[in-house]
């Protein structure tokens, strides 16, 4: 399938699939776009809401455990790991992708520079050359571990705190946006676990309620109305 780099309002490059005329990040911005729904309103949200509880004590290192559905380009684990070290949280992140990038495309894509941390290319190039299936530290805070495989084959039961679901569009692909996919990523979260998503179409909230998640509605990132973010509410 045809991939090629293109660059977004924000200056930011991302990958278009021309076939599908979908892009791997929003037109208005690949950044602006991640910060946005997977930053502001989901890791910060999740670290808050752990700094809320009881959880950890004071003045210790937070974990919080991130599964993203497509790591795809990295912006998403760059974009975490940089906040990880600002924060000092102590993050396990789980990437999963079934069709990697090249290392063409990688050496393309210019987060470091646009991110204004120039200094941290070479970590960035790191995240797209370590081994799958294999657990490395990156930063004092940041591990991260890829598994190259379908969405529709993660078994984890109650492991993580936050998923990132950023799998390209129901338009393209209406099959990564099931009850049945839903469930998965339900089964595991963590009770009180939260998924955060670009997507906020009638049908993709109704999956989600539908295996048992609590639903509620987002301002989206710039050029989109809204997104969802859902909670595994604690029984």
Same mark, same amino acid.
């Given at each position: 399938?045809?991939?090629?780099?293109?660059?977004? !309002?924000?200056?930011?490059?991302?990958? *278009?699939?021309?076939?599908?005329?979908? +892009?791997?990040? =929003?037109?208005?911005?690949?950044?602006?776009? !991640? $910060?946005?729904?997977?930053?502001?309103?989901?890791?910060?949200?999740?670290? #808050?809401?752990?700094?809320? @509880?009881?959880?950890?004590?004071?003045? =210790?290192? +937070? $974990?919080?455990?991130?599964?993203?559905?497509?790591?795809?380009?990295?912006?998403? %684990?760059?974009?975490?790991?940089?906040?990880? $070290?600002?924060? *000092?949280? #102590?993050?396990?992140?789980?990437?999963?992708? %079934?069709?990697?990038? =090249?290392? $063409?495309?990688? %050496?393309?894509?210019?987060?470091?520079?646009?991110?204004?941390?120039?200094?941290?290319?070479?970590?960035?190039?790191?995240?797209?050359?370590?081994?799958?299936?294999?657990?490395?530290?990156?930063?004092?805070?940041?591990?991260?571990?890829?598994?190259?495989?379908?969405?529709?084959?993660?078994? #984890?039961? #109650?492991?993580?705190?936050?998923?990132?679901?950023?799998?390209?569009? !129901?338009?393209?692909?209406?099959?990564?946006?099931?009850?049945?996919?839903?469930?998965i990523m339900?089964? !595991?979260?963590? =009770?009180?676990?939260?998924?955060?998503?670009?997507?906020?179409?009638? @049908?993709?909230?109704?999956?989600?309620?539908?295996?048992?998640?609590?639903?509620?509605?987002?301002?989206?990132?710039?050029?989109?109305?809204?997104?969802?973010r859902a909670?595994?509410? @604690?029984?």
């Amino acid at each position: 399938m045809q991939r090629k780099i293109i660059t977004t !309002a924000d200056g930011s490059k991302t990958i *278009q699939i021309e076939e599908w005329n979908e +892009q791997y990040h =929003s037109l208005h911005g690949a950044i602006q776009e !991640a $910060n946005h729904v997977y930053i502001k309103h989901g890791l910060l949200f999740c670290y #808050d809401q752990k700094s809320l @509880s009881n959880e950890t004590l004071e003045g =210790s290192v +937070q $974990n919080i455990s991130i599964l993203e559905i497509g790591l795809g380009t990295g912006l998403n %684990a760059f974009l975490t790991l940089l906040q990880a $070290n600002e924060h *000092q949280i #102590d993050i396990y992140y789980t990437g999963v992708e %079934a069709f990697p990038i =090249s290392s $063409n495309e990688m %050496a393309a894509l210019n987060y470091p520079e646009t991110l204004r941390v120039p200094e941290k290319i070479a970590l960035f190039e790191e995240m797209h050359k370590i081994p799958w299936e294999t657990d490395k530290r990156l930063t004092s805070y940041f591990i991260l571990h890829k598994q190259q495989k379908l969405f529709k084959d993660i078994t #984890d039961k #109650d492991r993580f705190d936050l998923i990132y679901f950023d799998a390209f569009g !129901a338009r393209v692909q209406p099959e990564l946006w099931t009850t049945s996919i839903f469930k998965i990523m339900f089964d !595991a979260l963590k =009770s009180g676990g939260v998924l955060v998503t670009y997507a906020a179409k009638g @049908s993709v909230r109704r999956a989600m309620q539908s295996v048992g998640f609590g639903v509620e509605k987002l301002p989206g990132p710039p050029g989109k109305r809204e997104m969802l973010r859902a909670t595994k509410h @604690s029984t």
